[in-house]
């Protein structure tokens, strides 16, 4: 809500409450509502004053004073707020204290309002800031991602081009222990990593490679089998 307009409330707010306690103090009273004296004012009734019809005597109409006029137009603006004589200062008094505890209601109202309105305003503030970070964040963990994928993807291709070039050295070594002594070729073999004595085997005529592994040690020759096992897996 706008401020203008709720204070444009508060004011019509507290001003519906005055007159209806006013009003009130008069229907106590038993005054009636016409007879009122803001209501005279504002409605332009006058008073049955009870008198008797006098005729009315055709006269030259009197010269207005501006001084007299302007005092009674004052005189009949405050009268409006002028209490009858049978209202006792003790229900003035009443009214007083009512109308400021109103008043004093309708600017805690007031003062409430502006405190959860800037509350609200405070928390929209902080909300907003928080989503700024949140997609900071998201960003920083998007290209985040971005670079884990490029660097997977080099990972997986100097990968590949190592263990292409391993098979190629292995396949070449395989060609020189074609022929020759098998004790001389497991002794080689023996000295090489299982899997990768499994795949120069693999690569040779599996005669050659069945008299290479008996030319190994027991424990040589099984670590050999398991890890050929294990590439045919």
Do not use: C
């Not at 490029?150 to 396949?171: C, G, I, P, W, Y």
């Not at 073999?189 to 040779?204: E, T």
Request: proline letters at 5%.
């Amino acid at each position: 809500m706008k401020k203008p307009i709720k204070y444009l409330a508060l004011g019509a707010s507290a001003f519906a409450l005055f007159a209806t306690t006013y009003f009130t103090i008069f229907a106590v009273m038993g005054v009636p509502f016409k007879e009122a004296p803001l209501s005279e004012q504002l409605l332009g009734v006058e008073r049955e004053t009870g008198a008797p019809t006098k005729a009315i005597v055709s006269s030259p109409a009197p010269t207005p004073d501006p001084v007299k006029v302007s005092t009674q137009r004052a005189s009949d603006v405050l009268g409006a707020f002028v209490l009858p004589t049978g209202v006792q200062a003790e229900t003035l008094r009443s009214l007083k204290t009512e109308l400021y505890q109103q008043l004093e209601q309708v600017r805690s109202m007031r003062d409430s309002l502006g405190n959860k309105e800037q509350s609200l305003s405070d928390r929209e503030i902080e909300l907003s800031g928080r989503f700024d970070e949140l997609l900071a964040l998201r960003s920083r963990l998007d290209e985040f991602h971005l670079e884990l994928q490029a660097r997977a993807e080099e990972l997986n291709h100097e990968e590949s081009v190592r263990d292409q070039k391993r098979t190629e050295r292995l396949t070449d070594m395989s060609t020189y222990l074609i022929d020759g002594e098998a004790s001389h070729a497991a002794a080689l073999l023996s000295g090489m990593d299982p899997s990768d004595a499994a795949h120069v085997l693999d690569v040779l005529e599996p005669e050659r490679a069945g008299e290479i592994l008996r030319s190994m040690s027991p424990e040589a020759s099984r670590m050999v089998w398991e890890a050929g096992l294990a590439q045919d897996g």
